[in-house]
């Protein structure tokens, strides 16, 4: 069965500081990995995505991630955080139809 | 384009009550899944709908329902009320070609008391 871990519930940086979220998945095939963003009372929001093909994806805001295989990984990494991401962070990995299994979120918190 | 569309957006039932949500998904996209938010489940699949057709389904009880109509709008019934069932429902639509692609829309907020 397909399983999505977010090791940090909660993550604190500073303004302009870099970011890393970590996410590990449980998958039997090649998965197909997502992040999304949420802000308080809204949807969700596609990040970026991971299908097959180079392993570091870029996405919108600034953001990428990187497959790692050999871990079963896929970290979200930004150089320089802004206050406007403070927001809560799913990993999700999808693989049969449109199902997807997420992680239980991180929490970002900027610090000015 | 305009995005995914839930309505309405926040609802207040007491339990034994029923309840029907609505989606609109993406002009195009012919695949419905639905989502429940809760602060200790976190995001779980109920199910998907494609062309009418009920694709997937996550592990829910069936009171837990939900249809497609040919414009490819979805709706999501819960009958029965329980207090566990307050949670945020998120629909999320798919274009087709580019299955696992989920573009969300805002939820709905139930509340049961």
């Known amino acids: 069965a397909q399983s999505v871990t977010q090791p940090d519930i909660h993550i604190t940086v500073s303004e302009g500081a870099s970011l890393e979220l970590r996410c590990n998945y449980s998958?039997?095939?090649?998965?197909?990995l997502f992040w999304y963003v949420q802000s308080p009372g809204q949807g969700l929001q596609l990040l970026l995505k991971y299908f097959s093909g180079d392993t570091l994806v870029q996405g919108i805001k600034g953001f990428e991630a990187e497959f790692k295989r050999s871990q079963s990984s896929f970290n979200l990494r930004k150089p320089s955080v802004h206050w406007s991401d403070a927001a809560e962070y799913f990993c999700?990995?999808?693989?049969?139809?449109?199902?997807?299994?997420f992680g239980a979120g991180t929490i970002l918190r900027v610090k000015s | 384009k305009a995005g995914v569309t839930q309505t309405p957006r926040y609802l207040i039932k007491t339990r034994g009550q029923q309840v029907t949500l609505s989606c609109s998904p993406i002009s195009g996209h012919r695949s419905v899944s639905w989502y429940q938010q809760t602060p200790g489940q976190g995001l779980q699949f109920l199910f998907e709908?494609?062309?009418?057709?009920?694709?997937n389904k996550g592990n829910f009880p069936g009171r837990f329902s939900g249809r497609q109509f040919s414009n490819s709008r979805s709706e999501m019934n819960v009958s029965t009320l329980e207090l566990g069932d307050s949670a945020l429902y998120l629909c999320a639509s798919s274009p087709t070609g580019s299955e696992n692609i989920q573009y969300f829309g805002a939820g709905t907020r139930l509340s049961v008391l």
């Open positions: 709908y494609f062309s009418e057709t009920q694709r």
């Open positions: 999700a990995v999808g693989g049969g139809g449109n199902k997807l299994v």
């Open positions: 998958y039997g095939a090649t998965p197909y």
